[in-house]
């Protein structure tokens, strides 16, 4: 295993799209870890799915669809399951809203 490089709390932004894990250092002591989380493939199920029975424009928006969510997700770095949960009403919004009430 390789070793874990250190950074500073200053440069530890340069690193956060990186694969690499860090040791966040504050003053020569190390204060904490940065540890990327793995990324999930695109999920697998949209291209197996059975378009047979499906009419060409249907399968065109739902083409669409999976390729908006798909940038939604390598924008934001959200899952599939977070994006779900942020439009899930049972779930409290965790984000301040637009118009400032709660």
Known sequence: ????KRVSI????EH?????????EKDGRI?????????PP???????LDWSNVDPESRRMA??????LQEIYAR???TE??????????????YDRLDGKK
């Open 42 to 48: 695109a999920s697998p199920a949209f291209e197996n």
């Open 63 to 68: 083409e669409k669809l999976h390729q908006t």
């Open 81 to 94: 399951d977070e994006f779900a949960d942020l439009l899930n009403p049972k779930i409290e919004f965790p």
């Open 1 to 4: 295993m390789s070793e874990i």
């Open 16 to 24: 956060l799209e990186g694969t690499k894990q860090v040791a966040v």
């Open 10 to 13: 200053e440069e530890l932004a």
């Open 31 to 39: 204060v904490g870890f940065y540890i990327p989380r793995e990324r």
């Open 76 to 78: 934001t770095g959200m």
